[in-house]
T-cell receptor, first 113, second 114 residues
Framework: AQSVSQHNHHVILSEAASLELGCNYS??????LFWYVQYPGQHLQLLLK????DPLVKGIKGFEAEFIKSKFSFNLRKPSVQWSDTAEYFCAVIRDSNYQLIWGAGTKLIIKP | DVKVTQSSRYLVKRTGEKVFLECVQD?????MFWYRQDPGLGLRLIYF???????EKGDIPEGYSVSREKKERFSLILESASTNQTSMYLC?????????????FGEGSRLTVL
């Protein structure tokens, strides 16, 4: 079965630290990849997406993600986090058989001021 | 801006009660979805609809039903609520086409079943 794995359920960092959140998927075919973010008390929103082309994609608020096909990975990065980045981050992959998303379990990121 | 509005942010119901969760989107999106979000489990798809009066089961449809009588409105129904349905319920919508997968979410409805 297709699945999406997020390596860490909880990550705690200090402000200005660098961030990398792991995401691996199991599907071997063509994929569309997404990172969504849910800030405390707010709705889920799209952070960035990869459909094709340059495997390094840039999203909102200084986030970027790199698609490495050989590793089935789509890790999220930010060089210097801020307190306002405290949120839950979800990786998701399109399931091309019926265009439905497969979601990772989420990573809760806490940034200490 | 796409707006997805869920009728209730917080509900408390008793076991066996019928529960309606309403969702309205204002951007003429074809696709609408109901997910439940539980800690450590991510988002699990309950039902989705790709057109008026059309519905498809997701990964966990048991104990739920849906209704889509109008394009902008997608309702989730718990015919007889049970304690294991205590959860956060998220409604989302999207366009059909190249950006399928870019979902717009409501703020969620947190349901507690006692």
């Amino acid at each position: 079965a297709q699945s999406v794995s997020q390596h860490n359920h909880h990550v705690i960092l200090s402000e200005a630290a660098s961030l990398e959140l792991g995401c691996n998927y199991s599907y071997g075919g063509t994929v569309n990849l997404f990172w969504y973010v849910q800030y405390p008390g707010q709705h889920l929103q799209l952070l960035l997406k990869y459909f094709s082309g340059d495997p390094l994609v840039k999203g909102i608020k200084g986030f970027e993600a790199e698609f490495i096909k050989s590793k089935f990975s789509f890790n999220l990065r930010k060089p210097s986090v801020q307190w306002s980045d405290t949120a839950e981050y979800f990786c998701a992959v399109i399931r091309d058989s019926n265009y439905q998303l497969i979601w990772g379990a989420g990573t809760k990121l806490i940034i200490k001021p | 801006d796409v707006k997805v509005t869920q009728s209730s942010r917080y509900l408390v119901k008793r076991t066996g009660e019928k529960v309606f969760l309403e969702c309205v989107q204002d951007m003429d999106h074809e696709n609408m979805f109901w997910y439940r979000q539980d800690p450590g489990l991510g988002l699990r798809l309950i039902y989705f609809s790709y057109d008026v009066k059309m519905k498809e089961k997701g990964d966990i449809p048991e104990g739920y039903s849906v209704s889509r009588e109008k394009k902008e409105r997608f309702s989730l129904i718990l015919e007889s609520a049970s304690t294991n349905q205590t959860s956060m319920y998220l409604c989302a919508s999207s366009l059909v086409g190249a950006d399928t997968g870019e979902l717009f979410f409501g703020e969620g409805s947190r349901l507690t079943v006692l």
